[in-house]
């Protein structure tokens, strides 16, 4: 993608906004509406039920456990259709594993954004439960912005950003996601900071600070077309440190609304992004305290 390319604006046609009716998932729907408004995307909520009937429930109770399941997915579809009434949403219901249902609602529904809130779970729990969120953005195919637990205090009344961070590490999809950042700021008449972490050197390692930071500095400037600085502010932050912390300080330090991501696809054994130590993404979540966009190719 060329600079040029940077500058066309991102259409989102349908949002999907997922939630397993928690007061975590709640956080998460004035930006979702907001979004929907904004860019004039149809606004799709769901909500996914496990399977009622099991190999370990009795087949003479089947009948009366689907029935009082039907009735129990009405109830839930009234309680989402008035949160969304002056959204003029389209709430979906539906049975079975999460992660497949929301897969195939992105593709059958045409999906272009992802709105999900979560508890952040870390540690132990995160290692033995999972994390849904998580999962979603690592997998699902279009961007998606997480709402985790500390977001959830900082919620504008119009859920809309002024400050947005772009945090990258210069990957094959940093145009992409550049993209992305750029045309929410237009949208939005944002501020933008762009920000790469640079890992700090090695014992014995001999480093030019000032010519490194000058170059990945330059590195940031080519994601911008120049034509950007005409409709809002843009900087430029390089610092040592890590990915993680590094990104959390710069986002505490100007106070963003939003935070934007490239998130790598999974590699190794599946699963991996979510059992194996808690990943840059997942930390950057679970300790916000605003949204965070993650955008993947």
């Known amino acids: 993608m060329t600079t040029t390319a940077t500058s066309t604006r991102i ?3 349908n949002v999907l906004f997922a ?7 709640s956080a998460a729907i004035p930006y979702a509406k907001e979004l929907a408004k904004k860019y004039g995307a149809h606004l799709f909520v769901l909500h996914v039920r496990p399977p009622v009937v099991n190999p370990m429930t009795p087949p003479q109770t089947w009948a009366n456990t689907e029935e009082a399941a039907r009735d129990e ?4 579809r ?9 959204a003029d949403a389209e709430v979906l219901v539906e049975e079975g594993d999460v992660l497949s249902v929301i ?5 059958n529904r045409k999906i272009d954004l992802v709105v999900i809130g979560t508890r952040g779970r870390s540690g132990f729990k995160k290692f033995f439960l999972g994390s849904v969120a998580e999962e979603i953005f690592r997998q699902v195919t279009c961007p998606v912005l997480t709402v985790g637990p500390h977001a959830a205090t900082k919620i504008a009344p119009d859920a809309r950003p ?3 961070l772009y945090a990258t590490d210069f990957n094959t999809e940093a145009q992409l996601v550049a993209a992305f950042a750029v045309s ?3 949208e939005f008449q944002a501020n933008l900071t762009l920000c790469h972490a640079v890992p700090s050197p090695e014992a014995g390692e001999l480093v030019n600070a000032a010519q490194l930071e000058q ?11 120049t034509e950007a600085e005409q409709w809002c502010k843009v900087e430029y932050v390089v610092k040592n440190g890590n990915a993680a912390d590094t990104i959390l300080e710069v986002a505490r330090q100007r106070d963003v609304d939003l935070i934007i991501l490239g998130v790598h696809p999974e590699k190794g054994f599946p699963g991996a992004s979510t059992h194996l130590p808690i990943a840059t993404a997942h930390k950057i979540v679970s300790h916000a305290n605003c949204p965070v966009l993650s955008v993947r190719h």
């Open 11 to 13: 259409e989102l046609k």
């Open 19 to 25: 939630t397993d009716l928690s007061d975590a998932a």
């Open 73 to 76: 997915a009405e109830r839930q």
């Open 78 to 86: 009234r309680h989402l259709t008035a949160q969304f009434v002056e």
């Open 103 to 107: 897969a195939s609602t992105i593709r």
């Open 162 to 164: 002024r400050r947005i």
């Open 184 to 186: 929410l700021a237009q």
């Open 215 to 225: 170059h990945y500095r330059n590195e940031l400037e080519s994601l911008v077309p």
